[in-house]
C-alpha cells in the first residue's frame, strides 16, 4: 500500500494499483485573494485576454473585495469588502444631471480622503472609500464622510449658507445589484458595501449668467501634507474660484474669469509658492504649486483672545482664519482652509479666553469668532470694542499678536426653519426665533446661496410670548435655491444710538424651497450617443 503524505501545497499522484509512477505537481492557484488573505495595494488584476498562467504578477483581492492597510501594522494590506459611495449630481433648478462634476470625500477633519472621481453623462459617480481595517479585513471603524463637489457654471459645494451632510458607514448595505461575472470562473466574489442616500446626492446651485464659463484651470502639489489644501484663483474681481487638492495632490479651479490669475493655496503646515496664469476660455494644465516649505515651525503664528459675556447657555466656542479672497461681506462667511481653526477639527469648540494658530501660511485673511452652532455669537454691538470682524495679513514665518479682544454673546436660539440642518419649505414659511427679552425690534434678513439680500425687514418687540414668529413676505422663492434667515435684536434708547443686543448663531436658519426631482430614467450609453462614457 502506497501512503499519501499531504505535503503543503503539492499532490502526489500514483498511477493505477500497482506503482506504474508517482509525479509532484503543483495545485492550480486561484486567480483571486479571498477575504481576510494578505494582498499587494500595488498588484493589478489581468487584463482581458491576457494570460492567467501566473506571469500576471500578485493575485488580486476578489471582486468586491478591497486591499486594505492593516491598522497598526507595518505595511501590511488585507482584503476586505469594498466600500463605495454612490449618488448624483443634478442641477438644483431642474434637476438636470450635470457631467464632468468632480466629487472627492473629506473626514471629519474637511481632509480629503480620495481622489476625485468624475460624473458620467447621468450625472452618476461611484467613489470608493477606504476603511481601517483588522488582520481579518472587518471594519475597526464607523467612519464619517462628508462630500465636496464641483463643476464649471456651478457654485462648489458646500458653501455659502449650505453645508455638507454627514455620510455614515453605518448606512452602508451589500450591493443590491452587483456587476455580473463575465465568463466562468471558480474564483468568488463578494458584494461590496454601498452608501447611496439623500446625503450621496448633491443638487449644485448655478451661477449668475455672468459668472459661468471661464477657464478651468488644474495642477498638483508634490507633498504628503497637500491633501485638503483650499486653492483659490485670486485677484480675477467679483466671485474668486477656489477648490481642494485631493488625496493624490490634484486641484482643479472651474470658472476662472479672463484675466490675470494668482494662484494660491492655503493649509496648516504648508506654503506653497503662488502661480500666475492668463485665463482665456480654455482649460489651462500643468499649474503646479512648489512647495516653499512643510515645516510647520517655520511658517506663520497669530495669537488672541476673546471674552464671553452674557452667556449663560455657552461658555466655549472656536476661532478660524478664512482667506479675504473667498470671504463672502454678505454671508459674513467663506471657506474654512485645513488646520485654520482652533481647536483642531473636529474636536468641539474650547475657546473661553486665550487662542492661537500656528502653521498659518501667508496671506491676508478673516478672524472669525464663533462661528458655528455653539449658542453663541460675536456680539453685534458695534458701538464696543473687539465686536468688528477683524482682517490681518500675515507673512512667511511672522509672529501676530491680535490687539482686540473679541466679544462673543449668547445666541438667539432657531425655532425654524433649519434649526440643525438645511430643511425643505413651503413657498411662505414662518420663520421663528427665541425672544430676546430685553429688545425693542429685530432686524430680520434673508440671503441666498450666492450672497445676495433677498428680503429685509424691521420686527416690533413681542411681548408675552417665547418665539418671534414672522410670515415670510418677500419675493417669491427660487425652487431649488438655498436661503438663511438672520434676526438681530436691538435697542432703541430715547436719547441715544440704536444698539444691538445678539442675533441667530450663524449656521443656522438655512432653508430650501425644494429641488427639483432628476430625470426618472438615464441610459450613460444613449446619452452619449452610444459611446457608454
Known sequence: MIELRPYSWALWVCVASTVVGCKEEEPPEDDTLD????????AMPPQDGSDTDGDD??????????????????????????????????????????EGALVAALNDASEPVTDVVATDSCGYYVLPVSVRRDSNGDFLETPKWTLNVSAQDYLPFPSGVRPALPIDLADAVADPDPPEEEGETDDESYPSDVIENGATSVALIALPSGEQGGSIVSGHVADDVAAGMLVIAEGTGGRAPYG??????????????????????????????????????????????PVITADEAGLATVDGSLSIVNAPGGSQTSVVLVPTSVYVEELERGPVPVGLRV????????????????????????????????LLVRDPDEGIAGTAILELTVSSGEHVDLQDNFKVTE???????????????????????????????????????????????????????????????????????????????????????????????????????????????????????????
Not at 263 to 283: C, F, L, N, Q, W
Not at 429 to 434: E, F, G, K, M
Open 35 to 42: 477575504k481576510g488573505e494578505a494582498c499587494d495595494p500595488n
Open 57 to 98: 504578477g500578485p493575485p488580486v483581492c476578489a471582486p468586491g473585495l478591497a486591499c486594505e492597510p492593516v491598522d497598526g501594522s507595518d505595511g501590511d494590506y488585507v482584503c476586505g469588502t469594498a466600500v463605495e459611495i454612490r449618488g448624483l449630481v443634478t442641477d438644483s433648478a431642474d434637476g438636470s444631471p450635470i
Open 411 to 533: 445666541a438667539l436660539e432657531v425655532f425654524g426653519p433649519g434649526v440643525d440642518a438645511p430643511e425643505v419649505v413651503d413657498a411662505q414659511p414662518t420663520l421663528s426665533w427665541a425672544d430676546d427679552s430685553s429688545e425693542d425690534g429685530y432686524v430680520l434678513v434673508i440671503y441666498n446661496a450666492l450672497g445676495e439680500l433677498v428680503w429685509e425687514t424691521e420686527v416690533p418687540g413681542v411681548s408675552g410670548s417665547a418665539s418671534v414668529d414672522v410670515p415670510y413676505e418677500g419675493p417669491a422663492l427660487e425652487p431649488g435655491m438655498y436661503y438663511q434667515f438672520r434676526a438681530t435684536s436691538f435697542r432703541d434708547p430715547p436719547n441715544g444710538d440704536r444698539t444691538f443686543i445678539s442675533r441667530t448663531e450663524d449656521l443656522r436658519g438655512v432653508f430650501v424651497t425644494g429641488e427639483a426631482d432628476p430625470p426618472a430614467d438615464c441610459d450613460p450609453e444613449a446619452a452619449d450617443g452610444g459611446t457608454g462614457g
Open 244 to 289: 481642494i487638492v485631493d488625496a493624490s495632490g490634484n486641484y482643479t479651479l472651474f470658472n476662472v474669469p479672463d484675466g490675470m490669475a494668482t494662484i494660491r493655496g492655503y493649509r496648516r503646515g504648508i506654503e506653497v509658492e503662488p502661480t500666475s496664469v492668463m485665463a482665456d476660455g480654455s482649460v489651462i494644465e500643468d499649474v503646479d504649486l
Open 343 to 374: 481647536p483642531d477639527p473636529p474636536l468641539a469648540p474650547d475657546v473661553s479666553g486665550s487662542f492661537g494658530f500656528v502653521g498659518v501660511p501667508a496671506g491676508t485673511y478673516k478672524v472669525l469668532v464663533a462661528f458655528e452652532n455653539d
